[in-house]
């Protein structure tokens, strides 16, 4: 498990960044008191207020994060997070109305890498965002080694996963939960060691984040040719890759 241990003592190391922070609300009280805080943390910030301006940002600007509020107009988050996700793999942290796990769920399927229940503390909202920066950023500290198992083949150098020379588009979330399953493969990870070493917080019990990536990582991949699953799941303990049959 010494890969595991790699990426645990990754995760808990301070970034020195500096990220360009793209806040998106309606709420513009809101973004201001945020942009307040998070700009004596030394970032930069760019404020948009509605979904197609956000989406227009991303594609115009260097943005190092996204954080996006669901209910907005012109746009909502979920159709924002939508088009970003067509042509962008920035990382985006969604804003949800508290309790409302239906619009948590959906953001995770679409591709985002974390939430928060509004209203949010700053101090806990710049810890997710360099929480999320840690585990995306463009030097990991996953070895620069490719993987090769069966039909599949995961290159970390350019963050590239393939299955029989196909291209699998995965979000840098998946590919890194990914990596982790296939460094140990036929060895059940935990899903509170998935959470600590790829989602970089610690597992509570009603999170379902770690199942939401799972299953749309099962859709990208498919099957084995045989067609027995390639992640299997442990019940009540956690996830491992199944090595092809032979």
Not at 82 to 107: E, F
Not at 134 to 159: C, V
Not at 205 to 221: A, C, G, T, Y
């Amino acid at each position: 498990m010494s890969a595991l241990m790699s990426i645990s003592r990754s995760v808990q190391a301070e970034s020195n960044m500096s990220p360009k922070i793209l806040l998106v609300d309606d709420d513009t009280v809101l973004t201001g008191l945020l942009a307040e805080y998070l700009e004596t943390e030394g970032c930069e910030i760019v404020q948009v207020h509605n979904g197609a301006d956000a989406v227009k940002s991303v594609h115009e600007g260097k943005i190092d994060i996204v954080v996006l509020d669901i209910m907005m107009p012109k746009l909502s988050g979920i159709e924002a997070l939508k088009q970003i996700r067509a042509s962008s793999v920035v990382p985006v942290i969604m804003l949800t109305a508290r309790g409302d796990d239906l619009d948590r769920i959906l953001g995770l399927e679409l591709g985002a890498d974390d939430y928060l229940p509004k209203p949010c503390n700053p101090r806990e909202l710049y810890a997710r965002i360099k929480a999320v920066l840690r585990r995306t950023a463009p030097e990991p500290a996953i070895p620069n080694k490719s993987i090769r198992l069966g039909d599949i083949q995961l290159d970390p150098g350019n963050r590239k996963v393939t299955i029989d020379l196909r291209i699998i588009t995965l979000t840098q979330t998946e590919f890194d939960l990914l990596w982790l399953l296939l460094s140990t493969p036929d060895q059940v990870i935990t899903k509170s060691e998935i959470s600590t070493m790829v989602l970089d917080k610690p597992l509570s019990q009603w999170d379902r984040s770690i199942d939401v990536h799972i299953s749309n990582m099962r859709k990208k991949l498919g099957n084995h040719t045989d067609g027995n699953e390639r992640i299997k799941t442990v019940r009540g303990i956690g996830y491992l890759y199944v090595s092809p049959a032979l």
